[in-house]
Each structure stands twice: as structure tokens, then as C-alpha cells.
Nanobody, 116 residues
Framework: QVRLVESGGGLVQAGGSLRLSCAAS????????MGWFRQAPGKQRELVAR???????TYRDSVKGRFTISRDNAKNTVYLQMNSLKPEDTAVYYC??????????WGKGTLVTVSS
């Protein structure tokens, strides 16, 4: 069983920055692919960024060049650095872990609100 706890959300003006953190426990962190998803009101949950166990990364087009995902296996933590935030980035951001068996785990989410 994997437990994920997000932190770092909040209210920021457009153009500002936030860093989200996700602390993981309950499994061998380094074996998991980790990711950040988001869900805006009335919309489906979407993948924002993923970092694979080997360290490679992938991003949705709308955040490329603005967001950076990283992981610290020694701290069992994954981060999402978000720069040049836009109002359309407003959403609840969820941490995701995909273990080697294909099981998905989710945190409870952290709200990011970007004001114009």
C-alpha cells in the first residue's frame, strides 16, 4: 500500500511560481513511476507530468517550458516546480504513483489557484 501526501498548493498571481511536493510511503519509492495530474472544475483529470523510475520525464504540451518534475529517491519525494503560472493552471493537483505491478495510487490533492 502506497500513501501519498501532497503539499505546496495555494493562491498565486498569474506569472508567479509554486512548488508542489508529494511525500510517499509504504513502498520502495525508487521502483515507482511518479506523476502529477490535475483536475479543474467540470473537467476530467489530466496528466501534467510524469517522471519514470529511470529519471526520464514527460509533460503535457501546455506546461512544457514552465513546469519541471523531479524526484528525490532518498527523501521518497516528488516535486513539481511551476513557473509562469496562468489562470488556466487553476486546478486540484494530485500526486500519482504507478508501481511495477501496474497498480495506481493517488494522493488527496492540493488546490492551486492562479488569479489574473
Amino acid at each position: 500500500q502506497v500513501r501519498l501526501v501532497e503539499s505546496g498548493g495555494g493562491l498565486v498571481q498569474a506569472g508567479g511560481s509554486l512548488r508542489l511536493s508529494c511525500a510517499a510511503s509504504g513502498s520502495i519509492f525508487s521502483r515507482n513511476h511518479m506523476g502529477w495530474f490535475r483536475q479543474a472544475p467540470g473537467k476530467q483529470r489530466e496528466l501534467v507530468a510524469r517522471i519514470f523510475r529511470g529519471g526520464s520525464t514527460t509533460y503535457r504540451d501546455s506546461v512544457k517550458g514552465r513546469f519541471t518534475i523531479s524526484r528525490d529517491n532518498a527523501k521518497n519525494t516528488v516535486y513539481l516546480q511551476m513557473n509562469s503560472l496562468k489562470p488556466e493552471d487553476t486546478a486540484v493537483y494530485y500526486c500519482n504513483a504507478l508501481d511495477p505491478s501496474g497498480e495506481n495510487y493517488w494522493g488527496k490533492g492540493t488546490l492551486v489557484t492562479v488569479s489574473s
